[in-house]
């Protein structure tokens, strides 16, 4: 029985990467793992992977087999993707960034469905990214009221995401994938936000590069 009040938020975390290395197990007809192996490949420790997968129900490795690969997958894809139904998204800001998300969520079996791109400017307004026209944000709130997406991707600057987030939330926005160089939060527990920063990624390896 899945105990899904037990899982951190760095568990939560740690789950896409699991989920990538077992499906190249499975890709490779690797059947089943240690947790040791597992472990080594995920740069933790065996008690640890232990500990996540016992986050989620009754999943016990056989004495000298290991896990089962395939058993594994449908967990994760049972938490990470739930039932298969696609969560419908907006992408708002359709700038270079913006459309290499767009093109990300378009290709990648990721969970999402994009619904609707949009965008202030007139020279992308009417446009197309990856089969979706782009709409002009004052279209916002009547698309949102007919359509109810979950999820709004922000490629937009840090100034547009604090003045829209509220507004969407109200919009009836569950989610936030933001990349608008800006910690988004919102005072709602039921609302997440996924904050991504490449600089840091990138300022993370120069570091490494300098100081190792």
């Known amino acids: 029985m899945a105990n899904y009040a ?3 938020l760095p568990v939560i975390k740690r789950l896409p990467k699991y989920y990538r290395y077992l499906k190249a197990l499975q ?11 597992l472990a080594s490949q995920m740069g ?7 500990q996540d997968f016992n986050c989620f129900g009754d ?3 056989r004495q000298g087999i290991g896990y089962s690969v395939e058993s594994l997958l449908h967990m994760l894809e049972g938490l990470l993707f739930g039932n298969g139904e696609l969560l419908p998204a907006i992408l708002i800001g359709t700038g270079r960034l913006g459309k290499a998300v767009s093109r990300f969520i378009a290709t990648s079996t990721n969970g999402f469905r994009l619904i609707a791109a949009f965008d202030v400017s ?21 698309f949102c009221r007919q359509y109810h997406p979950q999820v709004a991707v922000l490629c937009l600057p840090r100034e547009g995401a604090m003045q829209l987030s509220g507004t ?3 919009l009836g926005i569950r989610g936030f994938w933001n990349f608008s160089h800006y910690d988004l939060s919102v005072p709602y527990p039921q609302v997440i936000c996924e904050n ?3 600089g840091d990624s990138l300022m993370s390896l120069g570091y490494r590069l300098r100081n190792e």
């Open 59 to 61: 999943v016990n490795g």
């Open 168 to 170: 969407l939330v109200e």
């Open 196 to 198: 991504v920063h490449l």
């Open 122 to 142: 007139e020279d992308e307004v009417g446009k197309t990214v990856n089969g979706i026209q782009i709409r002009h944000i004052n279209e916002l709130d009547t």
């Open 6 to 8: 037990k899982a951190s």
């Open 27 to 37: 890709a490779s007809g690797i059947t089943s793992i240690s947790s040791r192996e």
């Open 44 to 50: 933790t420790t065996a008690s640890q992977v232990r």
